[in-house]
């Protein structure tokens, strides 16, 4: 991604489905922040475990509710989880209030990871908005929350 | 999601990051649409295995292909295929030029779940296009394919 002046707005493919159009720049804007945080020191981090590092308690969340929220199984957000105990962004604890049960936290460095993806994340959206302009970015966001509204009713 | 006259558009939340706001209708989208779906006689398949119908060929994909151009692990696609195939939506056999690969198949109720899939997120398009306006939808149509264009550089 490169920052430039406003670019002629190109007219996208009809025959695409909105949920392509929506999908594809969030995977590329993805795959850019992780690419900057692989190269400033988080190099085992995957755009895959975003849904730990977004659904995460600051004291801990237990590993059936990472799951829920990302819709996916235990069992892989297990295995999610188990990499990223491995390398040292997460603890995973016998819950204190169900022996049974397992709490993931956050570790220090876990914290750092956070705090340097939502500053890679704001750069690029600063570098787009220079590349598309600021009131392309402020229509983008409007209609965004509003499909999102619609959907939610 | 119920179908109604124009919206007035609300002002998002300056706060979330462009990344949410991409993300979230997705998310939404996708939730909708696969409800659409579990009514209408496929309740087995989750948006996690979207990644699966998304990619594969026509004439079959190897697991390892399906992996890359989903961003996850051979396991963890290989988990996501051995269920599909359990549910009768995919075939798994010997790669023909490789003996040692899998290669992955679309079987005839895959095959249907795709038609169906694509008519229901069409038929969420169109709903939504009601709810917010034709113009709003080509607006946004207009820049989310420019936000792509802008990160593909």
């Keep these: 991604m490169k920052a430039k002046g406003p670019t002629s707005l190109t007219a996208p493919d009809r025959a695409e489905s909105l949920g ?3 999908r594809r720049p969030y995977t590329r ?10 190269a400033s020191g988080f190099p085992e981090i995957r755009p895959a475990h975003s849904v730990v590092f977004r659904h995460i308690l600051p004291e ?4 059936v509710e990472l799951a829920d929220l990302a819709g996916m199984t235990k069992q892989s957000m297990a295995s999610l989880v188990d990499y990223l105990a491995i390398h040292g962004y997460v603890s995973v604890e ?9 709490r993931v936290k956050l570790t220090t460095q876990g914290e750092r990871f956070v705090a340097a ?10 570098t787009l908005a220079v590349a598309l302009g600021r009131s392309a970015i402020q229509d983008l966001r409007r209609l965004l929350a509003s499909v999102d509204l619609a959907l939610a009713e």
Excluded: F
Aim: charged residues 20%.
């Design 94 to 102: 016998p819950d204190p209030h169900d022996g049974r049960a397992k």
């Design 117 to 126: 993806a939502l500053a890679a994340s704001k750069a690029a959206e600063d």
């Design 29 to 38: 804007l993805q795959a850019h922040v992780y690419g900057v945080l692989a």
């Design 60 to 63: 801990g969340s237990r590993l």
């Design 20 to 22: 392509a159009l929506l």
